[in-house]
């Protein structure tokens, strides 16, 4: 089979990290969060990414550390429940992320159909 008759398509990803090279966003975090502000509560979310509550802790409490600031405003439990809401901090990570991986895809994928679309059948992946 020639490469022609095979169609690729390019993927990127995105992350930030600090000085030292520790992660501090990316989509791990990004989809953490959202998880987090769909069902108010770690717990939740946890359980939505089949990931273990320490871990999503673990990550969040990373961030916040390395950006010096919090994500989550959380409640103690009790009769009617605790929980955890983003911060306006978080909010603005989330869409401000997103933004920029989406535009990072797009404008790879426009470089490489450039740069190799002929040569190798490059395509967009469906969105």
Do not use: C
Request: charged letters at 25%; glycine letters at 10%.
């Amino acid at each position: 089979m020639s490469l022609k008759s095979k169609p690729f398509f390019t993927r990127s990803k995105v992350w930030l990290v600090d000085a030292e090279g520790n992660v501090v966003f990316g989509m791990g975090r990004l989809r953490t969060l959202q998880a987090i502000k769909r069902h108010g509560s770690i717990h939740a979310a946890a359980k939505e990414l089949n990931i273990g509550y320490r871990a999503v802790w673990g990550r969040i409490q990373a961030t916040e550390s390395r950006l010096g600031e919090k994500l989550l405003e959380k409640t103690k439990g009790g009769v009617a429940g605790g929980g955890s809401r983003l911060t306006p901090l978080a909010e603005s990570l989330i869409e401000h992320f997103d933004m920029v991986q989406r535009q990072v895809e797009k404008e790879t994928d426009a470089l490489f159909n450039r740069s190799l679309g002929d040569l190798l059948n490059l395509n967009s992946a469906p969105e």
